[in-house]
């Protein structure tokens, strides 16, 4: 069945690169998705990338996909404290329903001054 | 502009009792969605709705019903709640079919069945 694997902690220092990476099993998605859950609230879209591309830069992010390996991975440049949250990698899941998302069980992200 | 509530925020039940969670959005989205989130789980699927008048089973369904009378609102009943039920529970929402799915998260509730 459909899967997506990603480590639960990451702790960097402020100003280092943070690099959060993901696997995923289902390679019919079209797009895959990278969600940030900061305390106390739910998730929102932080960024995602269509399947045909491999890699997406926005800002300080950037994504990239290497679809023969399943393997997705999410660059947070110059990390701040205010990057301190939980993120979710989720793949698109066509065998349920239209628009259901799996997620991953998130990694939380550390950042120390 | 309000996006996706929930309510209530939090709340203890005891175990037995029936508990409906609300969840309301207005921004005309065809899908709707319950999550539970727990420690070292992550983010599960419950039940879902595709568009008004139809549910379907997420990978958690039991122990939960919902109904989908409406756009707007999905709410998610517990009949009869249970000490494994205690999470906190996102409903989310999208406008699925139109190219990206971006789901909206409402705040959460945080539920605990003693």
């Known amino acids: 069945g459909e899967d997506v694997e990603q480590s639960l902690f990451l702790s960097v220092r402020e100003g280092d690169s943070s690099v959060i990476n993901c696997t995923y099993t289902?390679?019919?998605?079209?797009?895959l998705y990278w969600y940030k859950q900061e305390p106390g609230a739910g998730l929102q879209l932080l960024t995602y990338?269509?399947?045909?591309?491999d890699m997406k830069q926005d800002q300080r992010l950037t994504v990239l996909l290497n679809k023969k390996d399943k393997h997705l991975s999410l660059r947070i440049a110059d990390t701040q404290t205010g990057d301190s949250a939980i993120y979710f990698c989720?793949?698109?899941?066509?065998?349920?329903?239209?628009?259901?998302?799996?997620f991953g069980k998130g990694t939380k992200l550390s950042v120390k001054p | 502009i309000a996006g996706i509530t929930q309510a209530p925020t939090s709340q203890i039940l005891a175990a037995g009792r029936r508990m409906t969670l609300r969840c309301t959005q207005d921004?005309?989205?065809?899908?709707m969605y319950w999550y539970r989130q727990d420690l070292g789980l992550g983010l599960r699927l419950i039940h879902y709705s595709n568009t008004a008048g139809t549910t379907g089973k997420g990978e958690v369904p039991d122990g939960y019903s919902v109904s989908r009378a409406n756009t707007d609102d999905f709410p998610l009943t517990l009949a009869s709640a249970v000490p494994s039920q205690t999470s906190v529970y996102f409903c989310?929402?999208?406008?699925?079919?139109?190219?990206?799915?971006?789901?909206?998260f409402g705040p959460g509730t945080r539920l605990t069945v003693l």
């Open positions: 289902d390679s019919s998605s079209t797009y």
């Open positions: 921004m005309r989205h065809n899908a």
């Open positions: 990338i269509f399947s045909n591309m």
């Open positions: 989310a929402s999208s406008e699925a079919g139109a190219g990206i799915n971006e789901q909206f």
């Open positions: 989720a793949e698109e899941n066509y065998g349920g329903s239209q628009g259901n998302l799996i």
